[in-house]
């Protein structure tokens, strides 16, 4: 186990050094050196400087995290076909939205690391300090869940402590992106990128052909109903609200060497990761089609965990056992570095802007890479180790923090992207947004007829005293998943671009009404 690990980060830190002689011709080309402003900003952004086959693998090495080895099969099991290919959809709206807005955004603010530099600019620092609070929040509990997978995968593949493998690979990812910035980032992302395809295409395809089970077993995994289709809305909007605001996304819209790459980069690199979530997911059903005949009855009790089963095959070589875990470091390493560079980015232009040496500057933005990363670590090992008798440790549910996340990005879609055109006001933004947190309050309020349960409802019930029971058609009683989630998500979005557009004309009339008293005689 420690060999494999420690070679693929190797190979990934060596990847990560030829950033260092990329850069450094990239900035010969423009006449700059490393110590310079623009050198420095180019370790932050790698602005303008990758093609679409780089940005593609980026996405895709980005996106394709742990979560792929849970939840496309877990929706697919749980919801069928509808709920698959909710989440084949749901993972491609972000990046297909944000390759339509991008040249708005780079021409609004194209010295911009980050959409947080964007808010800044257009809605002024109240607006920026809270945008900012939710997206690090997200992105620091993605970072958790990547490390805290990959403690349970040591376990399971290897049987070393969890601390054996989460430690050594946030270690050196940090490393490596305090070395080579964005840019060795984005080189690890492409061996990173072809391992993961390479290795799902193989293994998911070899499943294919070793599952046993009858035409009536498939029929009970392979439905079409109304439970799936509210999975595919809750899905489409909760992904969507998620990734359109992936911090690691957006800096690869600053980083693309013009629209155009940027634009068939993010496509391709959407497409690439909807394929492999498809072929999750079909795996996922398949397994669970077999394990429905098995002569001993079922024996995956919890959906999430379907694709494992593929390690109690007799087929199951250590050849295949080797490159699952492979799998694993990949995909779990792509993630990592790519929040931690993205977390760093949501400071990089105030750093910029204080006129301070570059070492300084570089300094500076490698502390807080590590700031970040040391509670990551220790939330991420208590996670792992906070299990008991009911299921309800973090090591159960730590993925149930993910539909908080959710649920605060998608008040922000509507009220921000508003800002690309002139009409919205600051005040409007700000009570746009807020009044997606008092609707998501308002909701449980009513729900469950008590303030606390408007307070639980912004964990979308996974955390606190109230248990709500599962719904009638199976859906659980809290997450993205539950029935509740696939009225509230959709209806967000209009309830906050209402509020943003109706504060925003308040206050333009105001203004207006000012400016005509003013002219008045008096």
Known sequence: GWGILLGCLATFTLMAGLAIPIMMRELGKRGVTASSAEGTDFWYSARNSQGWPSIAFSICATSAGGWLLYTPAEAAVLGGWWALIGYCIAIMLGPLVMCYLAPKFREQVPDSANVTDWVLVRYGPVAHIYVTLILVYYMFIYLVGQLKTMGDMTVKFTGMAPEAGLIPLAAVTVFYTMLGGLPASIVTDWIQACCITVIVF?????????????????????????????MLVSLCFAVFGAEVFNLAFWQRIYAARDVTQLRIGFVVGALMVSVLTFIFGITGMVLK????????????????????DILEMPQTTKFIRVLMYILVVCMIASNADSFQTAITSTISRALQKQNWAAWKNVAAAQFFLIVINVPAIAFAVYSVYDVNENFDGLAVKLTDLFSMADILTITLVVPLF?????????????????????????????????????????T???????????????????????????IMFPVLPLVTGCVTYLVSYMERSWTTMQEIAAKLPP
């Open 202 to 230: 193989g293994i998911c395809i070899a499943t294919w052909g070793w599952v046993d089970y009858t035409p009536e077993n498939w029929e009970q995994v392979s439905t079409w109903n109304d439970r799936g289709f509210e």
């Open 289 to 308: 089609a077999q394990d429905l005949g098995k002569d001993c009855g079922p024996t995956i009790f919890v959906a999430a965990f379907t694709f494992f």
């Open 418 to 458: 508003s800002g690309l055109w002139p009409f919205v006001t600051s005040k409007g933004a700000l009570a746009g947004m807020w009044s997606g947190i008092l609707f998501i309050m308002a909701w449980g309020w009513f729900e469950f007829d008590t303030f606390m349960g408007g307070m639980e409802m912004i």
């Open 460 to 486: 979308m019930m996974c955390f606190g005293n109230i248990k709500p029971p599962p719904s009638e058609n199976g859906a659980p009683g809290c997450g993205f998943y539950s029935a509740r989630a696939a």
